[in-house]
């Protein structure tokens, strides 16, 4: 089955202590891209993956990493989490950066800074 | 730059009448639209999209869009609603011939009554 998968799904942390958000799709996507989603916002992107090795900024990336070092997973990293960066996140995969196909989300992962 | 609006945060429908989520947009070039569903502790899933050809666009669970070039709107549509289309709608855009970032509008909470 085609799917993107986030582990975890669901994660309490406290202040300063690293954490790790992974994403893996099985779709042979060349793109990738990370989303929070929070209240009255709605979907804002924080990084995006055009392909292996090659990853850029997104409206929101201040306090988060990615790396993209396989095809299929691109992990977002949280370095010294912050409570603001409380959210529910999104890993999305398309088959290609410059063309017109779907994303296809993950089941999301809500984080809870303390 | 690009933008989505989508000008209403709830729609209440009776279940059986026809049903309309708002959507416009601001894009230099030819947009490529998309709507998107997330139901409730899921993940986002593509409905329909407009690429090019005809304005009316039919995508997944009896829902159809139209796109509207003049007044930049292109608004989900379905002539009879279900309770269970209740959920939180999106709509994206993005540039074609662009790199892939696609913005999305802040989501607008469908609600079928009984």
């Known amino acids: 089955e085609a799917q993107v998968t986030q582990n975890p799904r669901y994660l309490i942390t406290v202040t300063g202590k690293k954490l790790t958000v992974t994403c893996s799709q099985n779709m042979n996507h060349e793109y990738m891209s990370w989303y929070r989603q929070d209240p009255g916002l709605g979907l804002r992107q924080i990084y995006y993956?055009?392909?292996?090795?090659?990853?850029d900024k997104g409206d929101v990336p201040e306090g988060y990493k990615v790396s993209r070092k396989e095809k299929r997973n691109f992990p977002l990293i949280l370095e010294s989490p912050s409570p603001n960066q409380t959210s529910l996140y999104f890993c999305a995969s398309s088959l290609s950066g410059g063309g017109s196909g779907e994303l296809f989300f993950g089941e999301g992962s809500r984080l809870t800074v303390l | 730059a690009q933008s989505v609006a989508q000008p209403e945060d709830q729609v209440n429908v009776a279940e059986g009448n026809p049903l309309t989520v708002k959507c416009t947009y601001s894009?230099?070039?030819?947009?490529?639209l998309f709507w998107y569903v997330q139901y409730p502790n899921r993940g986002l899933q593509f409905l329909l999209k407009y690429i090019t050809g005809d304005n009316l666009v039919k995508g997944s669970y009896g829902f159809e869009a139209e796109f509207n070039k003049s007044q930049t709107s292109f608004h989900l549509k379905k002539p009879s609603a279900l309770v269970s289309d209740s959920a939180l709608y999106f709509c994206a855009v993005r540039r074609s011939g662009g790199s892939y970032i696609p913005t999305f509008g802040r989501g607008t909470s469908l609600i079928v009554h009984p």
């Open positions: 894009v230099s070039g030819n947009p490529y």
């Open positions: 993956s055009m392909n292996v090795e090659v990853t």
